[in-house]
């Protein structure tokens, strides 16, 4: 998971791999070993070092919100983007929330038939 969310945070920054490791002053091939979970179990010290780099705070990469929550998959956050570029608008969400509900009342009732 930590892998992930830095991968995700670095490319969302628009930072290369190269770059990242350069300014965190650590490998390229140590950090791409970070983000593809091969090295699972980066110390406090090298997650502190991206974090700086990336300019966010350390839970963010460990995965953990304030108050212990922990961070939406990046496959709903990308959902949320394109929402947001499509014009969604907060104020319209519970409107786009009855037609999803709409939709999977419709797929469970073809399901069943």
């Known amino acids: 998971?930590?892998?992930?969310?830095?991968?995700?945070?670095?490319?969302?920054?628009g930072l290369t791999l190269?770059?990242?490791?350069?300014?965190?002053?650590?490998?390229k091939s140590y950090l791409s070993n970070i983000e593809r979970s091969k090295n699972q179990n980066?110390?406090?010290?090298i997650i502190e070092k991206i974090a700086n780099v990336l300019e966010v705070d350390l839970r963010s990469i460990v995965g953990i919100k304030p108050g212990g929550q922990q961070m939406l998959e990046s496959e709903w956050m990308d959902?949320?983007?394109?929402?947001?570029?499509?014009?969604?608008?907060?104020?319209?969400?519970q409107e786009y929330k009855t037609v999803i509900e709409f939709a999977r009342w419709q797929k469970e009732k073809n399901d069943s038939s």
């Open 1 to 13: 998971m930590i892998g992930k969310n830095i991968q995700t945070i670095r490319k969302r920054k």
């Open 18 to 27: 190269s770059e990242c490791a350069e300014r965190a002053n650590i490998s």
């Open 42 to 45: 980066p110390s406090i010290q």
């Open 79 to 93: 959902f949320v983007k394109d929402l947001k570029k499509s014009g969604v608008e907060k104020g319209q969400l």
